[in-house]
C-alpha cells in the first residue's frame, strides 16, 4: 500500500511565507490600483474613483514611445549577444579542461554579483578612457555584462545535466564539431537557452542603474519613469506605464521559470 509521505508544512512557516509574498508584492498591486485613480495630483487612499482615461493619455505620449522602442532594441540586442556570448563561455567552461577554467567561471559570474552602481561607474570610466560617445551600443554593451550570467547559467546547468555519451557516439560517427552541436548539443540546451534569454530579456528591459551611466542624454523605458516622477501630475501615467512595464517583464520571467524546470515537483 502506497503512503503519502508529504508532510504539511507548520502554520508559522506558511504565514511568514504568506508575510514574505504580500511584502514583495503588495508594492506591486498598490502600482497597479493606482494607475486608474481619478486624482492626478494626489495618491490618497482610497482612490476618489476609478477611470481608464490614463491608458488612453500614455497612448497618446509619443515620448513615452520613444523610450519603449529605445528599451525594446537595447533588450533585444542585449540578449542576443548574450545568447552568443553566454553559450560559448558555457561550453568553453563545462566541456573543456584548460588552467584558469574556475577564473573564467567567476569573471563571467562576477557582473551580477557587483552593486549595478560599480558596474555603471567601471562602464563610464572605460568609455571616457577610450573616448566613445553615448550610443545605443553603449548601452548594450553595459546590459550584456549582465545579461550573460543568466544564459551562461541556465546553458551550463543544463550542459552539465547531459552526458557526452551522445557527443562521443556523434563523433565516432564521422560527425564534425558544428555537425554535433547542431544535432546533439543544441536540441539538447535548446530550452536553457530560451530560458536564459527570456530572463536575460527581462533583466534589460527594466534596468536603471547601469543604464544611467551609459545612456548619457537617452532614455530608455524606466529612466523616463524615473524622470517622470517629479512630475506629480503625471503620476497615473507613471503607474500606467510602470504597470506595463511589470507585464512586459513578468511574462518572460514566468515562461524562463517553466521552462528551466522550476515547477517540476519531487514525486519521489
Known amino acids: 500500500m502506497q503512503t503519502d509521505s508529504t508532510e504539511r508544512a507548520p502554520l508559522g512557516l506558511k504565514l511568514a511565507a504568506g508575510a514574505a509574498i504580500a511584502f514583495l508584492h503588495l508594492p506591486l498591486l498598490v ?17 476618489p474613483g476609478l477611470t481608464l482615461q490614463w491608458f488612453g493619455v500614455a497612448w497618446g505620449r509619443t515620448d513615452l514611445w520613444q523610450a519603449f522602442r529605445l528599451s525594446l532594441g537595447v533588450a533585444a ?22 588552467f584558469g577554467r574556475e577564473a573564467i567561471t567567476l569573471l563571467v559570474l562576477l557582473p551580477i554579483a557587483l552593486p549595478g552602481i560599480v558596474t555603471g561607474i567601471a562602464l563610464r570610466s572605460g568609455l571616457s578612457l577610450l573616448d566613445l560617445p553615448f550610443s545605443f551600443w553603449t548601452i548594450v554593451a553595459g546590459h550584456a555584462t549582465f545579461c550573460i550570467v543568466a544564459v551562461y547559467n541556465n546553458v551550463a546547468a543544463r550542459l552539465r545535466r ?3 555519451s551522445q557527443i562521443e557516439a556523434s563523433m565516432d560517427l564521422g560527425a564534425d564539431s558544428f555537425q554535433t552541436f547542431r544535432w546533439i548539443v543544441l536540441p539538447a540546451i535548446a530550452t536553457a537557452l530560451l530560458a536564459g534569454g527570456m530572463l536575460a530579456f527581462s533583466l534589460s528591459f527594466d534596468e536603471v542603474i ?14 523616463w519613469i524615473l524622470d517622470q516622477l517629479t512630475k506629480p501630475r503625471d503620476r497615473p501615467v507613471t503607474n500606467v506605464t510602470a504597470l506595463f512595464v511589470i507585464a512586459v517583464t513578468t511574462i518572460p520571467i514566468l515562461l524562463a521559470h517553466k521552462l528551466s524546470g522550476g515547477g517540476d515537483r519531487d514525486d519521489r
Open 210 to 223: 547601469v543604464t544611467t551611466f551609459t545612456a548619457g542624454q537617452q532614455r530608455t523605458l524606466p529612466i
Open 77 to 98: 540586442v542585449s540578449t542576443a549577444m548574450a545568447i552568443l556570448l553566454g553559450t560559448l563561455a558555457a561550453l568553453a567552461v563545462v566541456r573543456g579542461r584548460f
Open 31 to 47: 502600482v497597479a490600483l493606482y494607475a486608474f485613480t481619478t486624482d492626478k495630483a494626489t495618491l490618497g487612499f482610497p482612490p
Open 162 to 164: 547531459t552526458g557526452r
